[in-house]
């Protein structure tokens, strides 16, 4: 079996695609839903903490009361209605959050291989193979550093946060509220960075893996040209082909050209009219090109005049089809009056 080390072509990568087979990772997404949950939440605690503020303010009233069983049916709608309300919030920006995060990395991609039903995926022994495979256990390596790094962020900032207050030895309540909600807010953050970096880490390795699975061998590559361009013989024969057309429509017009200028890379075609215009570049080359033109201005008795300063100008200057700018046109309009006068 040949092996395979060469890297995908961009016709691999696009049929990949629509087979469903593109760079994703599932950290990115679970990073972008608890980095956007964690900025609602910065942004949004207030709104969060009036809700929960007048739902314990409820439950104090209805205790104070001697008979609450007369408040308790608008209690518990009041109640349902805020859980209602939260709970909605949240999940409703969960999954705009989730579906955000897979479209940043695939795209509008809807793949109908991926979820159409396979009788392999209900085989045990292809089941256990999965379960122990290779990717499984670095994606278990994955997520166990990050459990031990988000186990080790929240011990450092409870120990560092509550060893003050437990020094003072006394808080006031608003002073706990306080607290802990600037322990949750910096836990959160820290986390969120965690999910970053991970998140990032991930997507480099799920890259790299990806080209490695879409890697082709020299005889893929071979196989795909001929499919695409056909046989290399056939190819090359239509490019000749393509040449000479260009060439033989190129003859005509250095036929009706009045000089042409050349330095060792480029060459010019100028055609001039007489007084009251400006001379126009009607042909112009490079290697190949420039070496033709030349030749079959010789053949057709076309002037021909050596000056690479000048052919150089117009070649950066003038582009096709073009009158060439005034301030050229002393040193041109010497030229042409060698031309005209050397012409037959």
């Not at 013989?233 to 017009?253: G, P, Q, S, Y």
Request: proline letters at 4%; a positive charge.
């Amino acid at each position: 079996m040949a092996e395979k080390d060469q890297k995908p072509t961009p016709r691999r990568l696009r049929e990949a695609r629509k087979e469903g087979q593109v760079v994703r990772s599932q950290e990115v997404t679970s990073a972008v839903v608890f980095v956007g949950m964690t900025s609602a939440l910065a942004l949004g605690g207030a709104w969060l903490f009036e809700n929960f503020y007048q739902l314990f303010n409820m439950a104090m009233a209805a205790v104070a009361l001697h008979r609450p069983g007369s408040h308790m049916a608008a209690s518990y709608s009041a109640a349902l209605h805020a859980w209602l309300s939260m709970g909605l919030a949240i999940m409703l920006l969960c999954g705009v959050l989730g579906v955000a995060g897979a479209f940043a990395q695939v795209g509008g991609l809807i793949a109908w291989s991926r979820i159409r039903p396979d009788l392999k995926h209900l085989n045990p022994g292809e089941g256990l193979k999965r379960m122990f495979s290779l990717r499984n256990l670095i994606s278990l390596a994955k997520t166990s550093a990050k459990t031990l790094c988000l186990a080790l962020l929240l011990f450092v900032a409870v120990r560092g946060m509550l060893q003050a207050p437990l020094d003072a030895g006394y808080l006031e309540p608003m002073q706990i509220l306080a607290l802990t909600a600037r322990l949750i807010m910096t836990i959160l953050g820290w986390a969120a960075v965690v999910f970053a970096v991970f998140a990032a880490l991930d997507y480099v390795h799920e890259q790299a893996e990806f080209t490695k699975k879409q890697r082709m061998s020299i005889e893929d590559v071979r196989r795909e040209y001929k499919e695409t361009e056909g046989d290399p013989r056939v190819a090359a024969r239509r490019r000749t082909l393509a040449r000479e057309a260009l060439f033989n429509a190129m003859e005509d017009r250095v036929r009706a050209a009045s000089v042409i200028l050349y330095s060792p890379q480029h060459a010019i075609a100028l055609w001039y009219i007489g007084a009251g215009t400006l001379p126009r570049v009607i042909l112009r080359g490079e290697g190949e090109v420039a070496v033709r033109m030349r030749e079959q201005a010789e053949r057709n008795l076309v002037p021909t005049l050596a000056n690479t300063g000048l052919t150089e100008k117009i070649f950066e200057q003038v582009p096709l089809d073009r009158y060439i700018d005034r301030t050229l046109f002393r040193e041109v309009a010497e030229l042409l009056q060698w031309a005209q006068g050397d012409r037959p």
